[in-house]
């Protein structure tokens, strides 16, 4: 097997190269890509120096899998030049998502929709896979009709400049690159993306437009406002999710304790539920706060966190490549 890891540089990019060794996913070869201003400079990746190379100069190595991990741009460009190759591509960006021939895979949902012929595969918004990794469960026994969500999210999820400001502003140096528009230390801005013309970020919509995709559901209704915080790392989330079926709260905790990849939290006698701060470098997701919405029926309130850069990219992206070849549809 040959490994492209397409931005190897970026945040994503350099979690993914320590994901793959930890995990030991079985690549002969790797090739990393970044821009050609950073071509033939050094990385050290599994003890031993490799040099980073092109795009074009990985399209011609041919590449069994390449994860991208770059923008929306340069992936609507290379993906279908790779997989026109037979590589198979798994993309981090918002490019492929909602195209209607590609799908959208949470491993632990929906990986079982893969074929063969699948060669340009899309990851989901980081939000988006922390939230239906808790509520796919939860839909397949009570049916959810409507979501109402608020995110808090790290500044990890804007890349290397968003951490920059984060900790120039808290050194008070205020002169420096800015990845927002504001500053963002002792501060909470209500705007991740762009704003679009229903007065909604491409972030909310993401949130909105993705999670029926996953869960296969156009008819559930989703309105989201996003939050950017100044945390360095984990998305944080609160969920109130309408179902058509009523439920009990033990009976929904003990499904979530029971579900591959979702930890729960919930021992408010003892202050107990996630936080960014404990989720960091962790691979699952977790959720406390779990508790009936006394103002309406068969309603739940969740709080939900995850590391954004693992579950909610790399680890995600990651997993989807070890189904394909556990399940021999990439070679190996």
């Known amino acids: 097997m040959k490994l492209a890891i397409i931005g190897a540089t970026g945040l994503v990019g350099k979690t993914l190269l320590k ?42 190595a041919k590449p069994t899998v390449a994860i991208f991990s770059v923008g929306t741009e340069i992936s609507l460009k290379w993906a279908p030049r790779f997989a026109a190759v037979g590589t198979t591509v798994i993309d981090n960006s918002s490019a492929w998502r909602m195209h209607p021939n590609h799908k959208l895979i949470v491993p632990e949902i929906n990986a079982h929709l893969l074929t063969y012929e699948d060669k340009i595969i899309a990851n989901p918004n980081c939000s988006a896979i922390q939230m239906v990794m808790v509520l796919a469960p939860l839909h397949r026994l009570y049916h959810l009709k409507r979501l109402v969500i608020s995110t808090y999210q790290a500044v990890t999820g804007s890349g290397k400049m968003a951490v920059e400001q984060l900790l120039a502003e808290r050194k008070g140096i205020l002169d420096g690159p800015k990845a927002y528009p504001h500053p963002i230390d ?147």
């Not at 030991?24 to 821009?35: C, D, R, T």
């Open 186 to 332: 002792l501060n909470l801005i209500p705007q991740v993306d762009d704003f679009l013309e229903n007065g909604y970020t491409k972030e909310e919509m993401k949130l909105v437009n993705e999670t029926r995709k996953i869960l296969n559901d156009d008819a559930i209704q989703v309105t989201a406002t996003t939050v950017r915080v100044p945390v360095l790392g984990g998305h944080s989330m609160t969920v109130n999710a309408a179902f058509k079926q009523d439920f009990e709260v033990d009976a929904v905790i003990q499904t979530l304790r029971k579900t591959p990849g979702v930890i729960v939290q919930n021992a408010i006698k003892h202050n107990e539920y996630p936080m960014p701060i404990q989720v960091q470098d962790k691979d699952e997701v977790f959720v406390g706060r779990i508790r009936r919405d006394e103002s309406q029926p068969a309603t739940l309130n969740l709080w939900v966190v995850a590391d954004n850069l693992r579950k909610g990219a790399a680890t995600n992206a990651l997993q989807i490549a070890e189904y394909l070849q556990t399940y021999h549809y990439i070679p190996y």
């Open 19 to 60: 994901l793959i060794e930890a995990r030991n996913f079985p690549a002969q070869e790797i090739f990393l890509v970044a821009s050609e201003n950073s071509e033939g400079q050094p990385i050290r990746f599994k003890g031993h120096e490799h040099k980073l190379i092109t795009l074009e100069t990985a399209l011609n």
